[in-house]
C-alpha cells in the first residue's frame, strides 16, 4: 500500500516510519498541505493521511475519487476541514478517534498556570537579571469555578485537573456524560449559567453549526468582567474579533489559545521573517495578557506514537476488510462513527 503523506513535519515521521516495514505500508511524505494546488501529488497512491490544515473540499474529494483513491486517512480527532457531505459515497473517511487527551488537558493547565501567575513574563525578566516581583501578581485557582464547555475525553481529563486544585466545575455538553455530575464540585449546566457563574472558560468541544462562535460577543457580555478564556480546541470556536474587543474593554481578564480560526496558513510554519497579515492576530499576541501557542497542544511523544499506531492500524484494517472501525459516515444529517465499517 502506498499512502500520500501531506503536511509532514519532522516530527511526524520518526513514528511512521518505525511502522512502515512491518505494515506493508509505504509512506511518500509531502511538506505541502492537501489542497486543490497540491491534490495531483496524491496520482499513483491507494490513499491519502492528511492533519487538521489540510484542506479537504469537495473540488479536493472529487479529484481523489477520480485518482481512484478510495481512503482518506486523518491523523487527528476532528474533521472539520473535511467536507463530510460531500465525501459520502466518494471516499471512506478514518480518524484517530482519541491519541492522549492528557497532552491537551495538561497543556490547556500549562497555558492557565502561565498566565495567570505570570510565569512567562517572570521568565524573561530572570533572564535579564531582573529579579522584581512587580506587576507579577496571580490569583489562586482553588476555590475559583472553572467552566468547562465539551466532556469528552479531554473535557474529563480537565475536569480531573482541575478538581485536583480544589476548584468548582460546571460543565455544559450536549451529551452530557453519565455520573459526572456530582451535584456538588461537578454540576451540567446550561450555557447561560456558566457564562454568568464561571472565572475561567476551556473549551474542549468540537466544531459544528452549533459551537461555531460559541464564544462571542453576546457569550461574552454575559460572562463576569475579567473572565479567563482558554481554547485549546479548535479555532472556530472563538469569534476573535469579539475576543479582542472583550479584552480591550477589561471584560476578559486573559485569554489562552493554542488554536486560531485563521490559523491554516500560519500555524506549524515559521513565520519570523514576514509580516503578519492578518492584524487580529497580531493585536492579540501583541496584549499582555494572551497567551498564543501555534496548536502543540496534541505534541507529547506519547501522542505522536499513538497517532500513528491508530493511524497505521486504521490503514491496515480498511485495506483488508474493506472497513474501519474509526471510520466517519454522513447519515440523517450528523456526522457519526461508523459502527459496521459500511458505509457505502
Known sequence: MKIAFFDTKPYDRPAFDSRSESSGIQFKYFEAKLNEDT???ARGYDGVCVF???TVNANVIDRLADMGIRLLALRC???????????KGRLHVVRVPAYSPYAVAEHTMALLLTSIRRIHKAYLRSRDFNFSLNGLTGFDLHGKTVGVIGTGRIGRVFIDICRGFGMKVLAYDKYPTP???NGDTVRYVDTDELFANSDIISLHCP???ETHHIIGAKALEKCKKGVVILNTSRGSLV???ALLAGIKSRKVGAACLDVYEEEADLF??????HIMEDDILARLISMPNVLVTSHQAFLTEEALENIA????NNIRQFFAEGRCENELCYRRGDVEDCKDGKCF
Do not use: P, R
Open 39 to 41: 491534490v495531483d501529488l
Open 52 to 54: 487538521v490544515n489540510d
Open 77 to 87: 480527532a476532528g474533521f472539520n476541514n473535511v467536507d463530510m457531505k460531500h465525501a
Open 179 to 181: 455520573g459526572l455530575d
Open 207 to 209: 466544531l459544528t453549526d
Open 239 to 241: 469569534d476573535a474579533e
Open 268 to 273: 506549524f510554519e515559521d513565520n519570523s521573517g
Open 309 to 312: 499506531e491508530t493511524t497505521v
